[in-house]
């Protein structure tokens, strides 16, 4: 009779199993078919671009002539952003994490957490009508003092809408996205390792370095190039704020273009061939993002050592 | 701690004002208030119209949809501002049954609306008019005439100061300061850019040598934004700036510019540019029901303003059922009549068409019949 | 007493550390010097506020190098970094959220605005109440209701196959080429421009169910196209930290392996998990571009996501702010925007505390 009962008890288990893990496998299969569906659908859109003769591309000297300034913008922009929400985004994180009083802490995740929903048409209108005009001053002062450093060659732009401006935007909507994944995965670096260290005469800092920073290496890269991701696709801030140009190397001068807001700038009225233009220029945007993140995998991998699961 | 707690009363109050509105309603103007009687109409028609295309008309459309709606119960109309590209891209798929376009259909646009719309393809029909203002931030002048050549040249950046001797020469009595000129243009593709590129290309052919399009030529200065609404703001914000702008925009903070046409300047009104429209000569080569129009920029008709952008509703020629084909021709002539276009000048500051030219559009739009 | 204080001082226990009060000095100190700096060289509030920060961080780092020991002395310049990280984040994000409670509080509160549509309002009706002072008609309840209902259903989809997909990664796969494949794919995913997501979903849909199809499920598969990949890249972060001993220890007591993820893994990770579905339901509320092709533009209530076009927040502010109702006077379409921009916070904000209550339920007991 016992036996009976656990043998069956075994077998629901085994069933369970099966259907848990097929469940798990079809839903990785459904994702592998959704993106075959879309890249198929990129790249018979893109196609009549590549096929048509170079004077009919925008420009009239070929599709990467075309391409190729708008892809630099798009690095320049979601550089710049990286650059300065990489390291507030951590520090927040770990400000949350390990320094700040826990009451304050979990209020201030929260806060953090919330921000990375302000729809991107607010930080839009925020950067261009408040943060621009603010930023046309010191703008100024780069320019008179600083102008000799090919980056902040003058005049500065007199609407302060420059692809620094764009950059920081960014940096501000990427910040949390950043600060909240890095704050999940710092507060499960292992207890006893930090303990540890702190018993060992370790200050904060040195904690800090050596029990937490190690284990949180991976998901670190993973959050950043979330936020990358976000940085480079943001379509509406960027075509708010940024007032766009041909590719130039100032950063406080009105010009540059990211692809992202090429592409919701001139869809809209898009036709024919422009329209396909537009969408190889996501197809674009696209294997960026994707090179970016190979890399990014290939860092964390090298560093699988620290995750739980291996 | 503080911030939670706010968090926690925020929610709660949300959580109530959610409850509130639990019983949501459609009915948000009183009839009578703003909205029309439906005493012009005919017999009233039922359905579902659904169109697609440019945002420069969302504002009178808004207007046509509640005044058409108000006058026949059944029907309802719905129109996504995609983009004039967008909605000619819909209608040639056969996914909406109008499009609004701020440039009528191509040739071989035309050619491929066959396949939907039947051997006769599409039809344009004019049904919005939008003068187009140079608008400029110089404090204390309201009013500059200049001729499109000067325009041009400042536009260019030949011209770079608002002192500048060509601009001195038309206006003796304005004080026009010691200032640098900043033009701004529009950011995105539009409709706005087209016409006004076109004009420049027409009036002042020797300065201006770029083509019409509805991208702004990237290699010249200037500051960028996007949408009208988007220059008018960064004009208004920035001493010294000019742009281009449809005229329902142009707020009172700015200056706005006289055209010279033939002799005199014209100021920005609305029949000036329904005396510009008037003077435009149909296109030819298309079926006897399209009214695509080629407009004069160069046109000396006396008290006409060139700088005008003409937006068309896009229609099958044939509709497969007669249901459609009642719906779209009685929106389309309730849009064309005196009350539509007096609708869509009072919500969004457009110009009405002139008389004889909504005869002729009521009749395109009265030629639509459904498909053998 | 006078020789008690310096015996204590002495003590071997807080030799060579600095008396607790020393901040306070250096902090003070550093806001006069900069106070006096600034006077020379011409004042600017926030020229001096960085000035005495900058020399708050000096003057106490020299100090800990001094009397505590370069350890020390970098432990405290660690700390000054992270605290001015922290205030330097603080100041943009307190000023969005400044310029949206300001502009978005009147409108908010104008009566009618949560419990109407859009339907019959016209560039004459805002001209009306502009002229006559009176209070802004129209409301957002169709634009709230079509992205709750979207978004809803958005979640109903990406939650189970992202959360799925990450499990199989992290727990079944154990690193073989398909896992390898779906890794690579979901890094490719989270590249696709949204309003590429968007014309996909159309494409797709007009293809089974013929051109023009629009509706707000149209518009919830294209928000799972941009969502799936963050639910799947966090939630698989956050599964892989679940300590192996964990999965082990239940391995042991004979608890099968989808009980355990069910029942141990999960749990542990629930906090991770769910913050990372607020990000990914955050990423994608605010779209604009994919919803306009997908679900259209209704100015009128539809509660149906299966049938006729759908009214969302985003493009309602998106549509106000870019072509106003009317546009001689775009202030009340203004006020509705900002209006519906703090709507759409809240409403994430009550995702958010939903979210952190189901993590609360289900997690354990962490010792933190």
Same mark, same amino acid.
């Given at each position: 009779m016992s036996t009976t009962k656990l043998a069956r008890r075994a077998g629901t288990g085994r069933t369970g199993d099966k259907v848990f893990s097929g469940a798990?496998?079809?839903?990785?299969?459904?994702?592998?078919?959704?993106?075959?569906?879309?890249?198929?659908?990129?790249?018979?859109?893109?196609?009549?671009?590549?096929?048509?003769?170079?004077?009919?591309?925008?420009?009239?000297?070929?599709?990467?002539?075309?391409?190729?300034?708008?892809?630099?913008?798009?690095?320049?922009?979601?550089?710049?952003?990286?650059?300065?929400?990489?390291?507030?985004?951590?520090?927040?994180?770990?400000?949350?994490?390990?320094?700040?009083?826990?009451?304050?802490?979990?209020?201030?995740?929260?806060?953090?957490?919330?921000?990375?929903?302000?729809?991107?048409?607010?930080?839009?209108?925020?950067?261009?009508?408040?943060l621009a005009s603010q930023l046309k001053v010191p703008y100024q002062w780069l320019a008179e003092n600083m102008g000799w450093i090919p980056l902040f060659a003058g005049p500065a732009s007199s609407t302060g809408k420059t692809i620094l401006t764009a950059g920081i935007v960014l940096a501000v909507m990427v910040l949390p996205i950043i600060a909240s994944l890095t704050r999940e995965i710092f507060l499960q670096a292992p207890m006893l390792h930090q303990e540890a260290a702190l018993a060992l005469g370790a200050t904060r800092w040195e904690m800090i370095r050596m029990a937490?920073?190690?284990?949180?290496?991976?998901?670190?890269?993973?959050?950043?190039?979330?936020?990358?991701?976000?940085?480079?696709?943001?379509?509406?801030?960027?075509?708010?704020?940024?007032?766009?140009?041909?590719l130039i190397a100032s950063l406080i001068r009105s010009g540059n273009q990211t692809i992202a807001a090429e592409i919701a700038l001139d869809f809209p009225e898009a036709f024919g061939l422009r329209m396909h233009e537009l969408i190889a220029a996501g197809l674009v945007l696209f294997l960026i993002t994707l090179a970016v993140n190979m890399v990014a995998r290939w860092i964390i991998n090298r560093h699988k050592e620290f995750s739980g699961a291996n | 701690m503080k911030a939670?707690?706010?968090?926690?009363?925020?929610?709660?109050?949300?959580?109530?004002?959610?409850?509130?509105?639990?019983?949501?309603?459609? +009915?948000?103007?009183?009839?009578? +208030?703003?909205?029309?009687?439906?005493?012009?109409?005919?017999?009233?028609?039922?359905?579902?119209?659904?169109?697609?295309?440019?945002?420069?008309?969302?504002?009178?459309?808004?207007?046509?949809?509640?005044?058409?709606?108000?006058? +026949?119960?059944?029907?309802?109309?719905?129109?996504?501002?995609?983009?004039?590209?967008?909605?000619?891209?819909a209608l040639i798929a056969g996914a909406v049954q109008f499009a609004g376009s701020d440039a009528y259909l191509k040739d071989e646009e035309l050619v491929s609306a066959q396949e939907k719309c039947g051997p006769d393809g599409a039809i344009n029909v004019p049904w919005y008019i939008s003068p187009i203002t140079v608008a400029f931030n110089v404090e204390g002048v309201k009013a500059l005439k200049l001729d499109a050549d000067t325009i041009a040249k400042i536009f260019r950046g030949d011209i770079k100061n608002w002192n500048d001797a060509a601009i001195k020469a038309a206006n003796p009595d304005a004080t026009l300061p010691d200032l640098a000129i900043t033009p701004v243009h529009r950011s995105d593709n539009s409709g706005t850019t087209e016409n006004f590129t076109d004009y420049l290309a027409a009036a002042a052919k020797t300065v201006w040598t770029d083509a019409k399009s509805g991208d702004w030529p990237t290699a010249l200065p200037g500051e960028n934004a996007k949408g009208t609404s988007g220059v008018?703001?960064?004009?208004?914000?920035?001493?010294?700036?000019?742009?281009?702008?449809?005229?329902?925009?142009?707020?009172?903070a700015l200056g706005k510019v006289e055209l010279k046409v033939g002799d005199t300047f014209v100021p920005v009104t609305a029949e000036a540019a329904a005396i510009a429209v008037d003077a435009a000569t149909v296109v030819e080569g298309r079926s006897a029901n399209d009214l695509s129009l080629k407009l004069d920029r160069t046109t000396t008709v006396a008290g006409a303003y060139p700088a005008v952008l003409v937006s068309y509703g896009v229609f099958c020629a044939h509709y497969p059922d007669a249901a459609t084909v009642d719906l779209v021709k009685s929106f389309g002539t309730f849009v064309l009549s005196?009350?539509?276009?007096?609708?869509?000048?009072?919500?969004?500051?457009?110009?009405?068409?002139?008389?004889?030219?909504?005869?002729?559009?009521?009749?395109?739009?009265?030629?639509?019949?459904?498909?053998? | 007493m006078a020789t008690l204080m310096t015996e204590r001082k002495r003590s071997a226990l807080t030799r060579g550390r600095l008396p607790k009060?020393?901040?306070?000095?250096?902090?003070?100190?550093?806001?006069?010097?900069?106070?006096?700096?600034?006077?020379?060289?011409?004042?600017?509030?926030?020229?001096?506020?960085?000035?005495?920060?900058?020399?708050?961080?000096?003057?106490?780092?020299?100090?800990?190098?001094?009397?505590?020991?370069?350890?020390?002395?970098?432990?405290?310049?660690?700390?000054?970094?992270?605290?001015?990280?922290?205030?330097?984040?603080?100041?943009?994000?307190?000023?969005?959220?400044?310029?949206?409670?300001?502009?978005?509080?009147?409108?908010?509160?104008?009566?009618?605005?949560?419990?109407?549509?859009?339907?019959?309002?016209?560039?004459?009706?805002?001209?009306?109440?502009?002229?006559?002072?009176?209070?802004?008609?129209?409301?957002?309840?169709h634009a709230l209701m079509g992205s709750v209902m979207i978004t809803l259903w958005a979640t109903l989809i990406s939650v189970p196959v992202g959360l799925l997909t990450a499990i199989y990664l992290?727990?079944?796969?154990?690193?073989?080429?398909?896992?390898?494949?779906?890794?690579?794919?979901?890094?490719?995913?989270?590249?696709?421009?949204?309003?590429?997501?968007?014309?996909?979903?159309?494409?797709?849909?007009?293809?089974?169910?013929?051109?023009?199809?629009?509706?707000?499920?149209?518009?919830?598969?294209?928000?799972s196209v941009l969502m799936i990949p963050v639910v799947v890249r966090s939630s698989e972060e956050m599964l892989k930290i679940v300590p192996n001993e964990l999965r082990e220890a239940a391995y042991a007591l004979g608890v099968r392996k989808w009980r355990t993820i069910l029942k141990v893994v999960i749990p542990t990770a629930i906090s991770g998990i769910a913050s990372g579905v607020t990000l990914a339901i955050a990423r994608v509320i605010g779209e604009t571009a994919p919803l306009l092709v997908t679900a259209?533009?209704?100015?009128?209530i539809n509660m149906n996501v299966f049938s006729g076009w759908m009214a969302s927040l985003p493009t309602f502010i998106y549509t106000q702010i870019m072509t106003p109702t009317s546009p001689s006077n775009a202030d009340p379409s203004t006020q509705r925007a900002w209006a519906a921009a703090l709507l759409l916070i809240i409403l994430v904000m009550l995702l958010n505390l939903g979210a952190r209550l189901v993590a609360r339920l289900f997690a354990p007991k962490t010792g933190r």
């Open positions: 798990a496998l079809g839903a990785g299969a459904l994702i592998v078919a959704v993106l075959f569906a879309v890249a198929l659908f990129l790249v018979v859109q893109a196609l009549p671009t590549f096929s048509a003769p170079a004077a009919d591309i925008t420009g009239g000297e070929g599709f990467f002539t075309y391409i190729f300034p708008i892809v630099i913008g798009t690095l320049i922009a979601a550089t710049i952003a990286l650059l300065i929400a990489t390291p507030i985004g951590i520090a927040v994180a770990l400000f949350i994490s390990h320094y700040a009083p826990r009451k304050l802490a979990r209020g201030l995740g929260y806060v953090v957490d919330l921000l990375a929903a302000i729809p991107s048409v607010v930080y839009g209108a925020w950067g261009a009508s408040f937490v920073l190690p284990f949180a290496r991976g998901g670190i890269i993973s959050a950043v190039m979330l936020g990358l991701g976000r940085a480079l696709g943001e379509t509406m801030a960027v075509a708010l704020v940024l007032s766009s140009g041909p | 939670l707690h706010i968090g926690r009363v925020a929610a709660v109050l949300t959580v109530g004002a959610l409850a509130l509105t639990a019983c949501g309603t459609d +009915n948000v103007v009183e009839t009578g +208030n703003g909205a029309t009687t439906g005493a012009s109409a005919g017999p009233t028609v039922t359905g579902t119209l659904t169109g697609t295309g440019a945002s420069s008309i969302s504002a009178a459309m808004d207007a046509w949809k509640a005044g058409f709606e108000s006058a +026949n119960s059944g029907a309802k109309v719905q129109y996504s501002p995609e983009g004039s590209g967008a909605g000619r891209k008018v703001k960064t004009t208004t914000e920035t001493a010294g700036a000019i742009t281009y702008a449809d005229d329902s925009a142009v707020t009172d005196d009350e539509g276009q007096k609708q869509a000048a009072d919500a969004a500051k457009s110009a009405p068409l002139s008389a004889a030219l909504a005869t002729k559009a009521k009749a395109s739009v009265d030629s639509i019949s459904v498909a053998k | 009060y020393t901040p306070y000095v250096i902090a003070l100190s550093a806001v006069v010097i900069a106070a006096a700096l600034m006077s020379l060289i011409g004042f600017h509030v926030f020229g001096w506020a960085v000035l005495s920060a900058v020399l708050f961080v000096i003057g106490n780092v020299t100090a800990a190098g001094v009397v505590e020991g370069r350890r020390k002395a970098t432990d405290k310049f660690a700390t000054s970094l992270v605290y001015g990280a922290f205030l330097v984040a603080l100041l943009p994000l307190i000023s969005v959220i400044w310029t949206v409670l300001v502009n978005g509080v009147p409108g908010l509160l104008t009566p009618g605005f949560l419990s109407t549509s859009m339907n019959g309002v016209t560039g004459a009706v805002d001209n009306a109440s502009v002229k006559d002072g009176t209070p802004v008609v129209g409301g957002v309840y992290v727990e079944y796969s154990a690193g073989n080429t398909f896992s390898k494949v779906i890794t690579f794919l979901v890094d490719v995913m989270t590249g696709i421009p949204s309003i590429v997501a968007g014309l996909f979903a159309a494409a797709f849909f007009a293809m089974i169910l013929g051109p023009g199809t629009k509706t707000g499920f149209v518009a919830a598969v294209a928000l259209g533009f209704a100015t009128t």
